[in-house]
């Protein structure tokens, strides 16, 4: 029989880097589960992406156990990665900070799309391009679908 469920918990932590500090330690003690045992698995399954900020959703279950899903990076950050930017623009349609390019959009697109609403790629394509804007990142060259 299937465990029941008494809720949920998001949080965005550096990949192999979780420890009971706040803010994993307060959030996972107020619903009562054991930080430790957490900080230890999220830190296994996060080795790869060291350093990196990774959100993760954590379904807490009536017994104070828990399961949790460690989602792709967030698009802001791998953008900011990608154009070198220290950090978005405070008037993205005034002030551009960085570029990027379309070769560098696709591989973002291609980390994010099983966490995206879309399957195609051109469409995840757009959606990071978008952020880029959002940032103050301009996208240079043209876009692969334009002739």
Known sequence: MAKEIAGYLKLQIK?????????VGPALGSKGLNIMEFCKQFNARTQDKQGVIVPVLITIYKDKTFDFVVKTPPASVLILEA???????????????????????????????????????ESAMKMIAGSARSLGITVTGKAPWEK
């Open 15 to 23: 990949g192999g880097q979780a420890n009971p500090s706040p803010p």
């Open 83 to 121: 154009s070198k930017a220290k950090k978005g623009s405070a008037e993205p349609n005034r002030n551009k900070v960085g570029s990027v390019t379309w070769d560098q959009v696709k591989t973002i697109a291609e980390t994010k799309l099983p966490d995206l609403n879309t399957a195609k790629i």
